[in-house]
C-alpha cells in the first residue's frame, strides 16, 4: 500500500500481480470412458499367465511339482561352519605368510626369474613407466596365484555359496524367461498343429484379458483331449471355443469354480499340497524340504489315515483332498463322493452338484437303497454287505454269502410283483416273516405265472423255521433304517429324487451326510452301504477315463473282508478311496495287513499308539544303514615328556587323554519303529508312505501338514 492509499501494482504473495488477458481458453473434449461407469477396471491375465508358464518339472511320487527345484539323490558332505570359517582364516594367515616371505626376500629372489627373463632391459631403467606397470602386474599375477590355491585349500567358494549373495537371492523364485511362442502354453500349440488356429487365438486372448480360470483351462484341455480321442469332433469343439471362448465346454453346473479354496492346487499337474515335507535326517535327501501333493496318480492306489481326533485327518487331509477333487469334477476330469457327519466341515454345499443329507427332512436328494441296479442278485449283495457285511466273520477270504442269498429270494419275487423294489418297511415285514406281506408275494407270483420266483419264496418261508436263519438279524438292521427320522428317506415308489452311484459315469460332485447324534449304528450301515455300492459301479463303467474316488472321512466299522476285495479292485478301474480312522482298533485284527496291503498310501498322523505303530512299522518293513560305533581308549604314556604333556592336557581339559575308534557297520534297521510313530512325530505332522499308479513309491516321509 502506498502513501496515496493506492495498492502497488507489484502485489503480495497473496494477490498476485494479475497477468495480462490472453485468448480465451478453448475446452478440451474429456477422453473416451474404456468401460461404462460403476464398473470395475478390467482384470489382469499376468497372475494367470505367470501361473501357467511355472516350470514343472518330472519329480519322484509326492512332490509338489509346481516351481519345483530338483535336488541331488544324496546328501552331500557338508563341512560345519565352524570348522569352515576356520579353515578359511587359516588358509587366509597361511596365503599370507607365503606372500610375506615373499616380498622380504626370505625364500630367495627366484621367483621373480620370469619376470627378468620377459621384459627387455631398456623398461628397466629408473623411474620407467613401463617397468612399473610390469613390475606390479607380475605382482598381482603371483598374489592371484597364491590366493587362488589357499582358496581351494580353504574352500572359499563354498563360504561365499552359503554365506555370501547366493545364499541371500535363494529365498525369492527367479524371474524365468518367457518361453519361445511355439513352446508358450498360453499359446495353445495343440490346438495350432491341429489346424484350429482360431480357436487358439480366442483362448490366448482370454488367457492375456484376465478371463480365463485354471480350472477353465483344465477343462478345456480335458475337452481337447476328447477330440484327439475321437469322442468330439473337432468342428464343435472349435465352434464352441469361438463362441463362448474361455467358459467353453463347461461342467453341467455351470460353475467354474468352488466359493472358496482352503489348499493350494495346481490343476496342470492335478495336485494339491497338504504340507512340507520335514527337513529330517530320516526323510530322503531329494525330499527334504520340498512340498508334498497328492494327485490322482497317488489317489488311485487309495489313501489310509489313521490318527486320533485332533491330530488334522478332516482339516488337513480329507478337506483339500475333497477340494481338489471337485476341482477336478469341474475340469471334467473326475467324479467325487464324500462321505461324512453332518457338520464335519467337508466344504460348502455350493462346491457339490448333490448334497444328501440323510435324516434332515430338507434335504433335496434321496440316497437310493439298492444303487440304481434293476438286477435282484447284484441288490441283494450290495445291501447284504451294508447290513451285515461286519458280522462275517474277520477274515480275508470270508463273505456276507449266506445274507445275498436270503436276501435275492426276496427281492427277486417282489420287484416281479410290483415292478420296484421294496421300501424299508416293507422289506423289514418280509425278512420278519409276516403272513400278509408273504401271502400277498405269492398270490402274485401265482398270477404272473413265476415258478421259478415260487420255488425262492418256498425255500425262505422254509429256511425261516430254522434256528440258524440269518433273516432275523437282517431284519434287526433293516429296523435300524425304520425309524421316525428316515421316514421320508429310501423311497422306492418314485415320488422322492434318489441319488444313485451309477451316475458316476459323469463329473459330478455329491456329498453324503450322515446323521450326526443317536444313529451311529445306522451311520456305519449306510457308510458301508456307499463303499459297497461305489466299487460295484466304477468297476462296470464303460468309460474310464473319468477317475473316480470316494472320500470317507471315518470308516469306523466300514472295513470288512468285501470292503478289503473291493479296494484292491478299484486300482485297474480308474478309482482310488479315502478312508481316515482314529486308530486301527477299530478294523478285525486279521483284516489290518489286507488293509495296509490293499492301499498303496498310508498315513500316520502324530498321536498314533504303539499298537497302531506297530502295524505301521510292520508294512514299512526294513531298510539297510550304517551303524557307527565310536569307542575312546585312554592313552597310557610311557616317557616322562609325555606324561608331562598328558598331565598338562589332563589339568587344562579335566579329562584323561584318549583315542577315539570309529567302527563303521551296515546293519538292518525298521525305517520308523513304533515307538518313534508314537513318541517321535511331532504336533501337526504325520509319516507318509507314497505308492503311485504305475508302481513306483516313496519311502515313509516324515510331513508338516501346517506349512
Request: aromatic share 6%; with cysteine; proline share 9%.
Amino acid at each position: 500500500m502506498n502513501s496515496d492509499g493506492t495498492q502497488d501494482a507489484r502485489g503480495t504473495h497473496a494477490d498476485p500481480v494479475p497477468r495480462p488477458a490472453g485468448p480465451p481458453d478453448v475446452p478440451t473434449a474429456p477422453p473416451r470412458p474404456t468401460r461404462a461407469p460403476g464398473m470395475p477396471p478390467p482384470p489382469d491375465g499376468s497372475a494367470f499367465l505367470t501361473w501357467l508358464r511355472t516350470p514343472r518339472p518330472e519329480a519322484l511320487p509326492g512332490v509338489w511339482r509346481f516351481g519345483h527345484r530338483p535336488r541331488p539323490e544324496e546328501e552331500p558332505e557338508r563341512v560345519p561352519g565352524r570348522q569352515l570359517l576356520s579353515g578359511a582364516l587359516i588358509a587366509f594367515l597361511v596365503g599370507w605368510l607365503i606372500w610375506s616371505l615373499l616380498w622380504n626376500g626370505y625364500l630367495g629372489g627366484w621367483w621373480l626369474l620370469p619376470l627378468y627373463a620377459m621384459i627387455p632391459d631398456s623398461w628397466a631403467e629408473p623411474h620407467s613407466f613401463g617397468a612399473v606397470v610390469v613390475v606390479y602386474a607380475y605382482y598381482v599375477l603371483i598374489a592371484g596365484i597364491i590366493m587362488v590355491g589357499v582358496g581351494r585349500l580353504g574352500r572359499w567358494s563354498e563360504i561365499w555359496r552359503r554365506y555370501g549373495p547366493p545364499a541371500w537371492r535363494r529365498g525369492p523364485a527367479r524371474e524365468q524367461r518367457p518361453p519361445a511362442p511355439e513352446a508358450d502354453p498360453a499359446t495353445w500349440p495343440a490346438l495350432r498343429a491341429a489346424g484350429a488356429t482360431d480357436a487358439a487365438e480366442r483362448l490366448a486372448a482370454d488367457a492375456r484379458a484376465g478371463l480365463m480360470r485354471d480350472v477353465d483351462q483344465a477343462r478345456i484341455a480335458r475337452a481337447w483331449q476328447g477330440v484327439r480321442n475321437g469322442r468330439h469332433s473337432l468342428a464343435t469343439f472349435t465352434g464352441a471355443v469361438l463362441q463362448e471362448g474361455a467358459a467353453a465346454c463347461a461342467h453341467p453346473s455351470g460353475a467354474r469354480d468352488l466359493p472358496a479354496r482352503q489348499a493350494r492346487h495346481d490343476l496342470l499337474t492335478g495336485q494339491v499340497r497338504l504340507g512340507t515335507t520335514a527337513d529330517d535326517p530320516r526323510n530322503p535327501y531329494a525330499y527334504r524340504g520340498t512340498g508334498l501333493a497328492l494327485g490322482p496318480e497317488l489317489l488311485g492306489t487309495s489313501l489310509l489315515a489313521v490318527g486320533p481326533a485332533g491330530s488334522g485327518k478332516t482339516g488337513g487331509v480329507v478337506r483339500p483332498l475333497a477340494e481338489s477333487l471337485c476341482l477336478h469334477a469341474l475340469a471334467g476330469k473326475a467324479a467325487v463322493v464324500v462321505v461324512g457327519a453332518a457338520g464335519a466341515g467337508l466344504g460348502e454345499s455350493d462346491a457339490y452338484d448333490v448334497v444328501v443329507r440323510i435324516g434332515n427332512p430338507e434335504s433335496v436328494y434321496d440316497l437310493d437303497l439298492y444303487g440304481g441296479t434293476t438286477d435282484p442278485d447284484e441288490a441283494a449283495a450290495v445291501l447284504a454287505e451294508a447290513l451285515v457285511g461286519d458280522l462275517a466273520d474277520p477274515h480275508p477270504g470270508s463273505d456276507s454269502r449266506r445274507s445275498t442269498t436270503v436276501l435275492a429270494q426276496l427281492l427277486g419275487p417282489f420287484r416281479a410283483v410290483h415292478g420296484r423294489f421294496p421300501s424299508v418297511p416293507e422289506l423289514r415285514q418280509l425278512l420278519d416273516g409276516a403272513p400278509g406281506p408273504l401271502a400277498e408275494l405269492r398270490s402274485g407270483l401265482l398270477a404272473a405265472g413265476q415258478e421259478s420266483l415260487l420255488r425262492e419264496l418256498d425255500a425262505r418261508e422254509r429256511q425261516m423255521a430254522h434256528p440258524g436263519d440269518v433273516g432275523g438279524t437282517l431284519a434287526d438292521r433293516v429296523a435300524l433304517l425304520d425309524r421316525p427320522a428316515f421316514a421320508g428317506f429310501f423311497d422306492t415308489s418314485g415320488q422322492s429324487r434318489p441319488f444313485s452311484l451309477k451316475a458316476l459315469d459323469h463329473p459330478v460332485r455329491v456329498r453324503v451326510d450322515l446323521p450326526r447324534r443317536g444313529h451311529a449304528d445306522a451311520s456305519r450301515m449306510l457308510a458301508r452301504l456307499v463303499l459297497a455300492q461305489f466299487t460295484a459301479s466304477v468297476t462296470v463303467r464303460e468309460d474310464r477315463s473319468l477317475f473316480a474316488c470316494l472320500v470317507l472321512d471315518d470308516a469306523t466299522g466300514v472295513v470288512t473282508p468285501e470292503a478289503v476285495r473291493g479296494i484292491q479292485r478299484l486300482r485297474s478301474a480308474n478309482a482310488g478311496a479315502v478312508l481316515t480312522l482314529r486308530t486301527l482298533d477299530d478294523v478285525p485284527r486279521p483284516l489290518r495287513g489286507p488293509l495296509l496291503g490293499a492301499t498303496g498310501c498310508r498315513m500316520a498322523l502324530s498321536g498314533v499308539t504303539p499298537w497302531d505303530g506297530q502295524d505301521f512299522a510292520e508294512v514299512w518293513g526294513k531298510e539297510w544303514t550304517e551303524a557307527r560305533d565310536v569307542t575312546d581308549r585312554q592313552i597310557i604314556a610311557e616317557s616322562p615328556a609325555g606324561k608331562a604333556v598328558h598331565a598338562l592336557r589332563r589339568a587344562i581339559t579335566g579329562k584323561a587323554p584318549t583315542a577315539r575308534a570309529v567302527t563303521v557297520r551296515q546293519v538292518e534297521r525298521e525305517r520308523w519303529s513304533a515307538s518313534e510313530l508314537a513318541h517321535g512325530v511331532p504336533a501337526g505332522h504325520a509319516v507318509l508312505s507314497l505308492t503311485d499308479v504305475k508302481g513306483e513309491h516313496a519311502p515313509p516321509l516324515l510331513v508338516d501338514l501346517r506349512e
